[in-house]
């Protein structure tokens, strides 16, 4: 059973208490982005994220530049997880009282690094100074341009479950800098029908029993398709973990995991539509709600949620 606990408890809590007009806010909390009603037909997408140092980044191994970069990399993701083309963005930084002036501009530079390749201008924002660590965060809006906002909420029993990209391992770099599938978000909405779609970041195991929660349903997935990264089998070799742990537990991947309409599904897997970025089928929704893992011999086993969680 895949139980609430740790961050969903709270943003269960915050559903409870929020009274939201469906009319003014069609999408309140629980997706990636909320979608807000400007009046008429115009809507609009909004979310916010927040890097910590020490969670999200280290400055040992990061540089401000990079930290810049992922900062609004991680907001564009959630605009892909939804399907949405980015529009603009505000950001702020916590900056600690210790750093100077040339350190700020390279994490600006960062954030225009990621705001220039998706077209998604940074329009305002906020810089203060502290004693903590170094604190980056950005709000971003985005439009549905003609795509309906793909939800977590819509999986259905038959549908067949896809991942973007390989899997596991990011720590030793790519979590800095990846790229947000938008486009490919929006390119497979424009040619399937997806019924729940969710960004990669708390970790394939954690982010499938959301999308399985949200919808109400199951999932099987095949342990000897899921696509693992070279990093992953390079930090398997370091700390004993499999591969395979490592690309369903690690998290900051950042790529898309979507439910497609069986039919679709079927074309997609005839297809190579995204060129040079794998597409991968590694199971399928089913009834219920519990969420199995499928080895190479047929035996299932519960695959729960071993990603990260806050207030774990």
């Known amino acids: ?122 329009v305002g924002g906020d810089i203060t100074s502290w004693k903590g660590g170094l604190t980056v965060g950005t709000t971003l809006i985005a439009r549905p341009a003609g795509v309906k906002p793909i939800r977590r909420n819509g999986a259905k029993a038959g549908d067949l479950v896809f991942v973007t990209g390989d899997l596991g391992g990011s720590v030793l770099g790519r979590h800095l800098t990846f790229s947000p599938r938008v486009g490919e978000a929006r390119q497979l909405a424009a040619i399937a029908t997806l019924h729940a779609m969710i960004d990669l970041s708390d970790g394939l195991s954690t982010d499938l029993g959301h999308i399985c929660r949200e919808s109400g349903v199951g999932a099987e997935i095949q342990a000897d398709v899921i696509p693992i990264s070279a990093n992953a089998v390079r930090l398997s070799k370091a700390d004993g973990r499999t591969p395979l742990e490592h690309a369903l537990n690690d998290g900051e991947d950042f790529e898309l995991l979507l439910a497609v309409e069986p039919v679709d599904a079927q074309d997609l897997l005839k297809q190579n539509p995204l060129g040079d970025v794998r597409l991968t089928c590694i199971g399928k929704i089913v009834e219920g709600r519990e969420v199995t893992l499928v080895g190479p011999d047929g035996s299932k086993s519960p695959l729960p949620p071993g990603g990260y969680e806050h207030f774990r």
């Open 1 to 122: 059973m895949n139980e609430m606990k740790g961050e969903w408890k709270l943003i269960e809590w915050i559903r409870k208490r929020t009274q939201l007009n469906p009319a003014m806010v069609p999408i309140g909390p629980g997706d990636d982005m909320a979608l807000v009603s400007l009046g008429g037909d115009s809507q609009c997408l909004v979310t916010v994220d927040v890097l910590l140092e020490g969670t999200h980044f280290d400055l040992a191994k990061a540089t401000p530049r990079q930290v810049g970069y992922k900062a609004m990399a991680v907001s564009l993701s959630d605009a892909a997880a939804m399907a949405a083309k980015p529009l603009c963005a505000v950001a702020w930084v916590g900056l600690p009282d210790n750093r100077d002036m040339a350190f700020a501009e390279k994490i600006c530079l960062g954030m225009s690094d990621a705001a220039e390749r998706f077209a998604c201008p940074i």
